[in-house]
């Protein structure tokens, strides 16, 4: 079939020449639209006007779809590798705007499950299956710069809310879905012209996307060159062993608590800005800040995610997660204790740990890298996001639950969020700890030495 050709791989395979600087403006354009997600909160305080929702069941689309995202990742990362990245885009776009559909649907007609359906179930399943293609593909345009890779490609994941933030607020405006009087139709006519506008979007990454040809590498780079230290394992793990050793399931737990003291905050970011500093502006300004609020996580967010990974190129990524970890939990305490004393303090604590919770995503690829070696770790990587998943539901639970019942008690401003906030402190501890222990791969988990670095079998398993 026609259609089926050119989705294959073999019709994207780059010629000699091609410049691998081209390869990331088409991943970025697939992972700008999927970080919509981190806008999520902009739809919170609409939905909950127009149909009468709680906090909780407010976060429940954004939580199904990163469930969604990391059990797709899980479950299709080999699939992705053996149709190629075009087929996967496609797939990730066409999922991921069906779930703006049928969630607009779900509006007008008035039924909020068929939202949790098609945002959280629907576009989930886009989100992860967009999510690992990008990566996957960047990683082998640039082995001799995995850090820079995987921040290269996440980073636009982390940023899709820049642009998904005042997109949100202008349309719901627009469209009457926003303020006191906010409407389940005005919310579902924002949904549907997204969709559309995602739509378009997401179809210029999939048309531009290229791969290597096979035993391609960088020009002057050979890889007997490239950096080693302890970790950095020169033999390769298969994905069915990687799940049996503890690192992976260290190396779980760290991304897992990272992601969850991160995307507790994100996920409610709005809220939390008004609720810390509720009287200290007009209500309309106050407004007006929180959308910027959310504007300069996601900017933070993406940053993060290209800078800090790049550096774990020269540190290394046992020493950045030190810093995410260790400095991300002293900063949520400084937080707790300002209680919406100082809003530069509060921005500049903010805007930090959401660098380090986007930078986790960029440099744990990387981390999988020297552990496993390049021999299936993509399948490994997509494997490890099911700590994404768990993440998922643990941080906006936290967070939603404990504020809800704290309002419920009448508690007022910043004292909403105390103890969530010191559940987070200590889960980034815990983290931390489990940092610390991971070590170097034992042999026995190691492929026999029948398939070296290089080979044709290892180089089928690294695009998985």
């Excluded at 509006?107 to 299956?129: D, E, P, S």
């Excluded at 390769?236 to 990687?242: D, G, I, M, R, T």
């Excluded at 940092?435 to 695009?463: M, W, Y």
Aim: contains cysteine.
């Amino acid at each position: 079939m026609a259609e089926a050709g050119f989705l294959t791989r073999a019709r994207i395979v780059a010629p000699p020449g091609w410049s691998r600087w081209l390869v990331p403006p088409a991943a970025l354009s697939i992972h700008l639209a999927i970080g919509q997600v981190y806008a999520w909160s902009a739809f919170k305080t609409p939905l909950a006007t127009a149909l009468d929702l709680s906090g909780v069941a407010t976060a429940l689309p954004f939580t199904l779809g990163i469930i969604m995202l990391g059990l797709s990742s899980a479950l299709f990362g080999t699939k992705v590798d053996t149709n190629g990245p075009r087929w996967a885009m496609v797939v990730a776009s066409s999922c991921f705007v069906a779930g703006f559909l049928i969630s607009a649907l779900g509006l007008y007609l008035g039924w909020y499950w068929l939202v949790v359906l098609g945002y959280g179930f629907v576009g989930g399943i886009g989100l992860g299956v967009g999510y690992i293609s990008p990566v996957s593909t960047l990683m082998k345009w640039f082995p001799d710069k995995p850090g820079l890779a995987t921040g290269l490609a996440i980073m636009g994941f982390g940023g899709g809310a820049l642009i998904a933030s005042p997109l949100t607020a202008s349309l719901l405006k627009a469209f009457g879905g926003s303020g006191p009087e906010a409407s389940a139709s005005g919310i579902g006519s924002t949904f549907l012209v997204m969709g559309l506008i995602y739509l378009v979007f997401m179809s210029v990454g999939w048309l531009l996307i290229r791969v290597p040809a096979d035993g391609w590498l960088p020009p002057g780079w050979d890889p007997a060159s490239a950096k080693k230290s302890g970790l950095i394992s020169t033999a390769q793990v298969s994905a069915k062993n990687a799940i049996r050793t503890p690192q992976f399931w260290l190396l779980w737990v760290v991304l897992c608590f990272n992601v969850t003291a991160g995307i507790g905050i994100l996920e409610r970011a709005n809220p939390i800005f008004q609720d810390f500093f509720r009287g200290s502006s007009p209500a309309e300004s106050l407004a007006a800040a929180a959308v910027g609020f959310v504007s300069i996580l996601s900017l933070a967010n993406s940053a993060g995610r290209i800078a800090w990974s790049s550096l774990s190129d020269v540190l290394g990524r046992k020493n950045m997660y030190r810093i995410y970890l260790g400095v991300g939990a002293l900063l949520y305490l400084l937080i707790t204790l300002l209680e919406g004393g100082n809003r530069v303090v509060f921005l500049i604590a903010s805007v930090l740990i959401l660098s380090f919770y986007g930078a986790g995503f960029a440099t744990v690829p990387a981390y999988l890298r020297d552990l496993f070696g390049t021999y299936q770790v993509g399948a490994i990587h997509g494997r490890l996001l099911t700590a994404w998943s768990t993440a998922g539901v643990l941080g906006p639970l936290i967070v939603n639950a404990i504020a809800d019942a704290r309002i419920e008690a009448g508690v007022e401003g910043p004292a909403r969020y105390t103890i969530a906030f010191v559940i987070m402190i200590v889960l980034l501890v815990i983290a931390f700890v489990c940092n610390e222990l991971i070590k170097p791969v034992s042999d026995r988990f190691h492929e026999p030495p029948a398939e070296p670095a290089g080979t044709a079998s290892e180089t089928k398993g690294a695009q998985a």
